[in-house]
């Protein structure tokens, strides 16, 4: 995953300074993920034009690359304000992020309080994401055996409901990006991953802009592979990592 703003290679998305408790998990969720590779190389093998088996190794890896900087940069969010973090995510369809994020704060932070506003345009998905219920195992395939059974509940027709635990500090909103007032912050960390992708530039701009309003001063946000900000300069952001930017503390 690379971003012309950034001059980070992607070795430098794992050099992030880990507690032993958080390279544990890392390192248990990187074995499960070289194991898929593994099973996806040798299947290929056999199939060498099958696009799926590439597609998954893609993924497999990309997650690799991806979790230490992701656990580094809301840990950098937790760890800011002794008492409470408040963490925004715009279009988080179905909750795959925002239950994400409140496992990895729960994980990093214990005994800090700790919000999660969850917003998108569609009321049915948004309904589905507060349920927090009847995810396949294919939605949940990178979460690793550890967190499964300590987060996750198996339903009796095969399914996956979250834990009440993740569910107590998110709350879930309908939005619209381009016409509806941002939630009010300030925010620690702001993501918006893939959602913007089809956006006129001049669209994407007024969407930064809303984001950086809602940010604290030092505040953190976080977009996807694909939507690097060209100029963040002008928005008040530095580029601090592949996908994350910072607003400039005061």
């Not at 950098?76 to 008492?83: F, I, N, S």
């Not at 925004?88 to 994980?107: F, N, Q, T």
Request: hydrophobic fraction near 40%; glycine fraction near 8%.
């Amino acid at each position: 995953m690379s971003h012309p703003t950034s001059a980070q290679s992607p070795s430098s998305e794992l050099q992030f300074d880990l507690s032993p408790d958080d390279q544990a998990l890392f390192l248990a969720e990187v074995d499960e993920l070289l194991q898929r590779v593994e099973e996806a190389l040798v299947d290929l093998e056999r199939q060498p034009d099958d696009q799926a088996l590439l597609q998954e190794i893609f993924r497999a890896a990309h997650t690799i690359k991806g979790s230490s900087a992701t656990i580094g940069h809301i840990r950098m969010a937790a760890l800011t304000h002794a008492m409470e973090t408040r963490l925004d995510d715009a279009g988080c369809s179905i909750g795959a992020e925002p239950y994400s994020m409140s496992i990895i704060l729960r994980e990093l932070a214990l005994g800090r309080n700790h919000s999660i506003m969850a917003t998108d345009i569609d009321q049915t998905i948004l309904d589905r994401a507060r349920g927090g219920r009847d995810y396949l195992a294919s939605d949940i395939r990178n979460v690793g055996s550890a967190r499964m059974a300590k987060w996750f509940t198996l339903q009796p027709d095969g399914r996956y409901s979250v834990g009440a635990q993740p569910r107590t500090m998110i709350t879930f909103q309908k939005h619209d990006l381009l016409r509806d007032r941002y939630p009010r912050g300030p925010f620690d960390l702001v993501s918006c991953r893939n959602v913007v992708i089809y956006f006129t530039e001049e669209a994407k701009e007024r969407i930064y802009q809303g984001f950086v309003n809602s940010l604290r001063p030092g505040g953190i946000l976080f977009v996807g592979g694909t939507e690097a900000i060209m100029r963040p300069q002008a928005l008040g952001l530095k580029v601090v990592g592949p996908g994350f930017y910072r607003t400039e503390p005061v």
